[in-house]
């Protein structure tokens, strides 16, 4: 398979945990994106990766949430001290360059639910 | 967030009907794409569209980037049973650079035999 893979696809949470989510993007797509969509809303953006460097960041990513690509290949998405709020899927998508010109594709979704 | 307006919400056709969907925004896109999404799974990208006045077919989808890069629309010809989803408009904001895809709330289609 040579999409973009999320692990885990399910996660199941108490409140105040720490959660991690993994990415592996396409190979050799230097751009990586995480989104984060809610029942009935269509996806919200996050953060994006160029190689590994982060170069924009949601008012929507609160200091509670970090995102990484050390090596500029897969990346983390690690939320702390979990609220019920952050419930949701949150989907990981990987472009071979910008937008304006090329595509974004999508991996299936790492599902989050915090009880 | 910034969210695009998407209409309908929701289609109830009968196979082999044709389909409409369209995404209006206040803001200049410089890119749209459109996005199926089946229940519990990531978006699957349908067409791309990079020009304004720009119309892609893919297969018997046809997607049209609006003149005033404000608007788009799908079209979905002869329907059939797998083309039940939810289908997803998205552009690209062009200030400063920013690569952030805004989605709109997206189209559930459902197809009846």
Same mark, same amino acid.
């Given at each position: 398979?040579?999409?973009?893979?999320?692990?885990?696809?399910?996660?199941?949470?108490?409140?105040?945990?720490?959660?991690?989510?993994?990415?592996?993007?396409?190979?050799?797509?230097?751009?990586?994106?995480?989104?984060?969509?809610?029942?009935?809303?269509?996806?919200?953006?996050?953060?994006?990766?160029?190689?590994?460097?982060?170069?924009?960041?949601?008012?929507?990513?609160?200091?509670?949430?970090?995102?990484?690509?050390?090596?500029?290949?897969?990346?983390?998405?690690?939320?702390?001290?979990?609220?019920?709020?952050?419930?949701?899927?949150?989907?990981?998508?990987?472009?071979?360059?910008?937008?304006?010109?090329?595509?974004?594709?999508?991996?299936?979704?790492?599902?989050?639910?915090?009880? | 967030?910034?969210?695009?307006?998407?209409?309908?919400?929701?289609?109830?056709?009968?196979?082999?009907?044709?389909?409409?969907?369209?995404?209006?925004?206040?803001?200049?896109?410089?890119?749209?794409?459109?996005?199926?999404?089946?229940?519990?799974?990531? %978006?699957?990208?349908?067409?791309?569209?990079?020009? $304004? !006045?720009?119309? &892609?077919?893919? #297969?018997?989808?046809?997607?049209? *980037? +609006?003149?005033?890069?404000?608007?788009?629309?799908?079209?979905?010809?002869?329907?059939? %049973?797998?083309?039940?989803?939810?289908?997803?408009? $998205? !552009?690209?904001? &062009?200030?400063? #650079?920013?690569?952030?895809?805004? *989605? +709109?709330?997206?189209?559930?289609?459902?197809?009846?035999?």
């Amino acid at each position: 398979d040579t999409g973009v893979s999320q692990d885990p696809r399910h996660k199941i949470t108490k409140r105040g945990q720490n959660v991690t989510f993994r990415c592996d993007p396409i190979s050799e797509h230097n751009r990586l994106y995480w989104y984060r969509q809610t029942l009935g809303q269509g996806p919200e953006f996050l953060t994006y990766f160029q190689n590994e460097a982060q170069l924009e960041k949601s008012r929507l990513l609160s200091d509670r949430f970090s995102a990484e690509r050390p090596k500029g290949s897969f990346s983390t998405l690690e939320i702390q001290r979990t609220e019920q709020g952050d419930s949701a899927m949150y989907l990981c998508a990987s472009s071979p360059r910008g937008l304006g010109g090329n595509t974004i594709y999508f991996g299936e979704g790492s599902w989050l639910t915090v009880v | 967030g910034q969210q695009l307006n998407q209409s309908p919400q929701s289609m109830f056709i009968q196979e082999g009907e044709d389909v409409s969907m369209n995404c209006t925004s206040s803001s200049i896109f410089n890119t749209w794409l459109w996005y199926k999404q089946d229940p519990g799974e990531g %978006p699957v990208l349908l067409i791309a569209l990079y020009k $304004a !006045g720009e119309l &892609t077919s893919n #297969g018997r989808l046809t997607a049209q *980037f +609006g003149i005033t890069r404000k608007d788009s629309f799908l079209n979905i010809s002869a329907s059939i %049973p797998s083309d039940v989803g939810i289908y997803f408009c $998205a !552009g690209q904001e &062009t200030q400063g #650079g920013s690569e952030k895809l805004v *989605f +709109g709330k997206g189209t559930k289609l459902t197809v009846n035999p």
